[in-house]
């Protein structure tokens, strides 16, 4: 039974067959008004989790770097309130149905900018979630788009179908790996493959730093979170390096507390990394890491860390082998040396990351020249 009091129950009541007669009746209210917003950008925003931060971080940038001013892009978050602090930019309620609708109004276009906000492993809800935005959106008469995302993976026909709808009703599609851009032509919908958005952020490559291990460890069923922390200490012991505990999420920070309180693993520090300048922070502390999130192997590559990835979910083992990482596949540990990917490579992804978002923006524009 659906609790109507609750923001899912509230949501589902009013788009779940993507029609609302209030709704419709505000929209062609508006239809062929100029628009506030070029962009609302929405994502896992707000939620304390710092490669959504830092995608939201990013987009912001970059489309800022195209001419768009921070006033005309609006980023839908749970924490509305810090984000407009954070990015300086204006930000709404991601729960508050007519906030979010009476925004889109105001909206250009709605991009989903990065992430793998399509998938069903953690929750069916987020398919819900996102699908029922694109059907406000173009009940609001806004144009979407869908911008490096990870398609997949998914344990629900019901799951699979909400992704394949909303994509396919976008204008512009691009995902940030070759098996997301695969799920997409076997769905038979084109789109571009382009570098996550994080790629973009600007790291000096002359930096010191000192012989540390940097290990992040998140939640997930199973025994992989406690092979991680074993395959972490052991190295560390063999090697006589210090542990740097890096937690990107705060359900990290109670991971890697625990393993560490149950004498599994030995930390020299434990960081709890919630901004860019914490980011510096943290991996000007080690050139070695091992880690399960995408964004902690993708941080790890950007600041020329040699890195064996943990991949949890597809997303990780495609981004680790794309960039020809080591991979620890919870049985065998690559031997070392592990990999350091080319500084002249990164540096050329992150010129691509800002480029593929100016072109994904002028196709945006071209499919909405009716608006």
């Not at 009541?13 to 505000?26: R, T």
């Not at 950008?41 to 959504?52: M, R, V």
């Not at 950007?302 to 991949?311: D, E, Q």
């Amino acid at each position: 039974m659906v609790d109507w009091h609750s923001p899912w129950g509230y949501f589902t009541c009013a788009l779940s067959l993507g029609v609302h007669p209030l709704l419709e009746a505000l929209a062609r209210s508006d239809y062929g008004l100029s628009r506030q917003y070029a962009v609302a950008l929405a994502g896992y925003y707000g939620f304390g989790n710092l490669g959504d931060e830092l995608l939201a971080a990013s987009m912001v940038a970059h489309l800022e770097n195209i001419g768009i001013a921070r006033e005309r892009i609006v980023v839908l978050s749970a924490d509305p309130e810090n984000t407009s602090a954070t990015l300086c930019v204006p930000s709404v309620n991601r729960w508050d149905i007519l906030d979010v609708f009476n925004v889109f109004r105001k909206s250009y276009s709605l991009v989903f900018g990065g992430g793998g906000l399509f998938q069903d492993s953690t929750s069916l809800r987020s398919c819900f979630y996102y699908w029922g935005l694109l059907k406000l959106a173009r009940l609001a008469k806004c144009r979407t788009g869908v911008f490096a995302q990870s398609i997949g993976p998914f344990r629900t026909r019901v799951g699979q179908w909400l992704a394949h709808n909303a994509i396919a009703g976008c204008s512009m599609r691009t995902v940030r790996d070759k098996r997301s851009l695969e799920i997409l032509q076997d769905w038979r919908l084109t789109a571009q493959l382009v570098p996550d958005p994080v790629m973009g952020l600007s790291v000096s490559f002359e930096r010191e730093k000192t012989d540390a291990l940097l290990v992040n460890i998140r939640p997930w069923p199973g025994l992989l979170p406690e092979k991680t922390a074993q395959v972490a200490a052991r190295w560390a012991a063999e090697n006589n390096l210090p542990v740097i505990g890096v937690a990107l999420a705060p359900e990290d920070l109670n991971v890697i507390n625990s393993f560490v309180s149950r004498a599994i693993l030995s930390c020299k520090e434990v960081h709890l990394v919630r901004s860019w300048q914490d980011v510096q922070k943290v991996w000007s502390l080690g050139n070695i890491a091992i880690g399960m999130r995408l964004h902690f192997c993708m941080l790890s590559l950007l600041f020329g860390c040699s890195t064996l990835a943990v991949p949890y979910d597809p997303k990780v083992e495609a981004f680790a082998s794309q960039w020809g990482m080591a991979i620890f596949n919870g049985e065998d540990i690559p031997s070392l040396p592990w990999p350091v990917v080319d500084r002249h490579s990164v540096e050329a992804a992150t010129k691509e990351s800002c480029q593929s978002v100016e072109k994904a923006w002028e196709e945006l524009k071209r499919s909405a020249s009716s608006i």
